[in-house]
């Protein structure tokens, strides 16, 4: 099984969105004609929601494809929000890195979802140059295929 997962740095506005949600989907539709068939979300933010809302709507055209919500902590899963729901009910797997928030749960999480990972989908604004170059040394030293989206 390959796998893919996102990571994102920095907020993106709603003006952003539309031409993100098109690169990000023909990314995961190149990966899945690459072999790439579970693909990792965070559940966070906006970017990760997008990915795995992306990742849903493929799962019916290539039912082969898996998605896996690795989450920060737990506190995450009582979100009520029905649309977060239901995506999280769609997932294969659902993983808890932590049992509560802590200062670097985020960052145990990440390192997870990336480790576990073939591939990996970047998306920065280049705003945060300096945590985006460290997280992406990270990962090609650890010789995975990076996919970088800027916004």
């Known amino acids: 099984m390959k796998t893919c997962c996102i990571i994102w740095q920095s907020e993106i506005g709603e003006e952003k969105i539309y031409f993100l949600k098109e690169k990000l989907k023909v990314e995961i ?20 929601l997008l990915f795995a809302d992306i990742v849903i709507e493929l799962m019916d055209k290539y039912p082969n494809i898996t998605l896996e919500a690795t989450i920060s902590h737990l506190e995450r899963l009582n979100i009520t929000n029905i649309c977060y729901r239901r995506m999280l009910d769609k997932c294969k797997i659902v993983n808890i890195t932590s049992r509560k928030y802590y200062e670097g749960c985020f960052l145990e999480r990440n390192g997870l979802i990336i480790n576990f990972s073939q591939m990996v989908i970047s998306v920065f604004d280049g705003k945060d140059i300096n945590e985006t170059i460290h997280t992406m040394n990270y990962v090609k030293s650890l010789g995975k295929e990076v996919i970088e989206i800027k916004i």
């Open 29 to 48: 539709i190149k990966a899945i004609k690459n072999g790439f068939t579970h693909f990792i979300s965070n559940f966070e933010d906006v970017v990760d």
